[in-house]
């Protein structure tokens, strides 16, 4: 089940399916940083995933080669 | 013949400088002003019967725009960890008795080259403890679309790891990662971005705990995961919901949703509070065995009783908040509440006999653009 | 306006113009900028100076033409854009035929005046191939008065949001650019002028980010045995349009407002058509008063 929901999810985001293509003066609030995917606190996100890693066995999904530590 | 609105306002939107700066950007943010920030983190953990684990990181963050479309971003962190190291069940009281008073530095690096509708950026950290020594190096390309509501990130990573335990039990042993990453990233409308990416990642090498009395784990690990997000912004400035989902999987066995909300409120004055949850599951590894220690341990056969491979769930509770001052600093300050046990784990049974752990985080950063 | 919000007023093109925003810290250098702005563009593509760009192109008219810049060469791609888009009714060449048209003097051009000046209209005559611009007739000449003004409202604009202002707006004569909504996420409110009285706000039209832009028989006019003869002239015919007092149109930029504002009084009768056929979001007062609107508010 989680396998055909990821699948579904997948399909919406890459599906060019948008009714309106969103114009350039449009996006002023998609702009803002806090709009940003990766948060737009680089320190503030690193901490959350190092205190994540060292207590769980999931990882990824944001990036790659990340150096390693001994914490996990 | 009746010449209407498309060419007129194409020929309008080739004028220079005359869409806003803030709307040229798409479904990532090209390089804007420089930015230095700072931030002091502080990490409790309790855990019944156990003594208490204390990190503490001061971490520098730079980002320095170079010519006219380079960017090069660099940062160091300091953790030290004091107290106790983690103790789980009971029962293992003892056996990993090594008490762990360590520091850890590490540095980032990243230089990033930007073209018109593309991004290339080639990265490396290092990583240095007493009994872990880490480098790494990661290239990562993306790609806009002519409209810029697309957005492609492919990138690659890898890093050489290697464990020098200081009781000897591991020495010089190597660890090697690589990973990759394939996202796409759209606007969905003028205030809705979303995100999807997967993560592979292959390692080979030393994955054992040499602190723990048994501990064999298979010589190598497959690692999926699959993270989707989706950003909305509200009518006012600042106001933004963000939500989060990634599903992991690896070669041991384990299987993880994680769920992230947090909601940005903007006050009057301009100050944020951001309240955020989370709450992650996960099932244990094939070879993780439920205490007392040694059961289920066959000679030659992967074992674990680390309780970060069992099944479990739990939730995290934060409050931010955002203070600016002037136009070009900010500052925040972040308390967080981690709480995991057994119980909480979704789609199943968490592990039996499993202490709660409880953490606490306090964060103050302070960032400046310039 | 809201006494909180920090504003700047000047005269310039012929016209009062403000700077309005809402921001927190002191917005005297993002103002002072953004007024800059309107005034390089006014020096630039004035007429009446002698050292602007559109003086030395005037000034080229009949020779061998000039090699532009690129801002000009864009500019220059509109006024093309704005010629086809109204079937040849906007012409950036039309300028010639107010030697024919006195408003001052209230004198209806005569028939020989205008046969006179037509064949010095006519931007299918122009030599455009980028950078090199000719005026292939002396006596020709080129203005942007159709769309300087809008111009500089959206670079004025873009100066403002560029020094960090997110709530505020730039009012160039009426010609209205938005710089985001008020700080509470609520759209500015910009009244439009009633075509008639003088004194009364015809509507109110809510905006947020993008532009709203007039045209009007009222602005400048004379009438002559109860015909009114405004400044809006169809450069095909070199005569006055009839048949709509007054268009104002909300765009994304307020150059495409302004424009598709005059080139819908252009089309006179048809101006609903045009507007309709367009996609803009509109205003249109016609020749008997009628009020037609797609814009809410």
Redesign the interface.
Known sequence: M?RAL?TL??A???AGC?AQ?????????????????D?G????R??AR???TS?????????????????? | MQLTRPPLLAAALALPGIVLPASEAGAERPPGAGEVGLRYSHYQEYQPGAERIEVVLPALFVLVPVAEDWTIQGQLALDSVSGASPLYHDTLSGASGIGVDDVRRSLDVDATRYFDRASLAFGASVSREDDYDSDAVRAVATFDSADRNRTITVGVGYSDDTIDSVNGVAEHEARNTTDAQVGVARVLTSRDVAQASVTFAHGSGYYDDPYKVLDRRPGSRDERALSLRWNHAYDTPGEVLRVAYRLFDDSWGITAHSVDLAWRHPFANDFVVEPSLRYHSQSAADFYFDPPVGTGFVPGEPYSADARLSAFGAVTAAIKLEVPFGSRWRSDFKLSFYRQKSAWRAFGDGSPDLLPVSARTFEIGLTYEY | MQPEHQRLAFAAMASRCALVVDHDGDASTALAAAREEVLRIEAKYSRYRDDSVVSAINRAAGGAGVAVDDETAALLDLAAAAHAASDGRFDATSGVLRRAWDFGAARVATTEALAALLPLVGWQQVEWNRPHLRLPRAGMELDFGGFGKEYAADRAAAVLASHGIAHGFVNLGGDVRAVGARRDGAPWQVGVQHPREVDRVLARVALRDGAIATSGDYERYFECDGVRYCHVLDARSGVPVQGVRAVSVVAPLCVVAGLHATIAMLHGAKAKDYLDECGCAYLLVDGDGAVHRTLAG
């Open positions: 989680t990821a999810a997948i919406i985001v890459l948008a293509p969103v114009q350039p003066w449009e996006k002023r609030l998609l702009a803002q940083r806090a709009m940003r995917m948060g606190n680089a320190l503030e690193d901490f190092q205190v994540e207590r769980e066995a999931a990882r990824g999904g944001e990036g790659v080669g990340g150096g390693g530590c001994g914490c996990n």
